[in-house]
């Protein structure tokens, strides 16, 4: 199951670099499980965003989908505030886990499901 955070977003510039930063922290703090991709969750635009979403609904996780194709300043925000250079973006209670080739690894290894585990992130 999974939520769409983009009917409270506003759209922002990209001259406002405080307040995109603001908006990605507060997502990821209110927000147990934060998907930053291209797409949507019912629509992912690209194939690695299509990848994370497989993996996340397979494992009947929660999360959010915030797509970085809405605002230029977003897509290059979330690159600057993970210092990480490529979407998507998987964040679990507030840390960064990683783009699409990390969380396949972790899912094919199962440190994934270990780790949603240890954070209480698995349905019941």
Known sequence: MHLSYMDSYQTWSAAMSDEIHDFIDKTIKDHDVVLFMKGTPEQPRCGFSSLVVQVLDHMGVEYV?????????????????SDWPTIPQLYLKGEFIGGADIVREMFQSGELKTTLGEKGLLPA
């Open 65 to 81: 989908g915030v797509d970085v194709l809405q605002d230029e300043g977003l897509r290059e925000g979330i690159k600057v505030y």
